[in-house]
């Protein structure tokens, strides 16, 4: 399997070390039914090479989300290091017009099963990624700003979820697709493709919000391929998205699955950003 080796570089990845630095920390493992690693079909006989009509259906599944305006989302990253599997689960809502969204990330529970970490509140917007709760020193009522451009993935993996608008934005580099076959899921009947997308490729065609994030994705990762599993309904919006990333950190490599579930399509996002004032500009721990 294709993975990226990402190098952590600096102190890109200190800003969100509450959020994904609880891989290398905790003993426990997670799952969630709801957006857990699904390789039904996967083995499945007969399998062909989908012809350009399907591939340009798969990159094209951000512009087909546009269309949809918003959706409610969940979002899973399981991680893996040294033999320990960890889940961070989220929660929440897309706005796909306005290009912002906001989740609830679960942090895992410590080995003694305590949660140790209060929910984590994400707004996603083209370029920032805020964040409260965020532990660290920073004031319970106080928001930290990332600048996600600055981010060596490009806050693909640092937030603890991958930004549903972003991960769609991945799919436009599409390529070596297969088609697996017709599935349902949660009662929509669904197609499931396979296939590796190349993130600097994806940057040079992405639309104009998501290019600086992922030219620093492509810059800060050591291999631009990226598999992928997608899941597209009858209308061709993307129903889920599976990404496989891998990085090296000080305990070795960290293997990285995100998936991202889509549901509910039209149900209305509302995405308040900061004031100025909210935002703290203090020193955080690392």
């Not at 990159?59 to 961070?88: Q, W, Y």
């Not at 076959?181 to 396979?194: C, F, I, S, T, W």
Request: aromatic share 6%.
């Amino acid at each position: 399997m294709v993975v990226q080796q990402h190098r952590r570089r600096g102190g890109a990845f200190a800003v969100a070390a509450a959020v994904v630095g609880a891989v290398a920390t905790s003993g426990c493992s997670g799952g969630w039914g709801a957006v857990a690693d699904d390789r039904r079909g996967g083995g499945q006989a007969g399998r062909a090479r989908v012809d350009e009509t399907r591939v340009d259906e798969v990159r094209k599944a951000a512009d087909v989300l546009a269309g949809a305006r918003s959706a409610k989302a969940r979002t899973s990253m399981e991680t893996a290091t040294g033999g320990t599997r960890v889940t961070i689960r989220g929660e929440g809502g897309y706005d796909f017009v306005r290009r912002m969204g906001q989740l609830t990330v679960v942090l895992p529970k410590g080995p003694a099963g305590a949660d140790e970490h209060r929910p984590v509140t994400e707004l996603l917007a083209p370029g920032a990624l805020y964040m409260k709760n965020r532990g660290a020193g920073v004031p319970v009522d106080k928001w930290v700003r990332v600048d996600t451009t600055t981010l060596e993935d490009g806050n693909l993996v640092t937030g603890g979820a991958t930004d549903p608008l972003a991960a769609a934005e991945l799919l436009r580099s599409a390529r070596d697709v297969t088609y697996v076959g017709e599935e349902k899921l949660a009662g929509a009947k669904v197609r499931h493709y396979r296939g590796i997308t190349d993130i600097a490729q994806a940057a040079r065609i992405a639309e104009p919000h998501a290019r600086a994030s992922l030219a620093a994705a492509a810059k800060g990762f050591a291999m631009d391929t990226v598999p992928f599993d997608a899941y597209l309904d009858e209308e061709g919006r993307l129903r889920k998205v599976r990404h496989r990333f891998s990085f090296t950190n000080e305990t070795g490599t960290v293997a990285v699955t995100s998936t991202t579930l889509l549901y509910d399509f039209g149900t209305p996002v509302a995405v308040r950003l900061p004031d100025q004032r909210d935002i703290y500009a203090g020193k955080i721990r690392a």
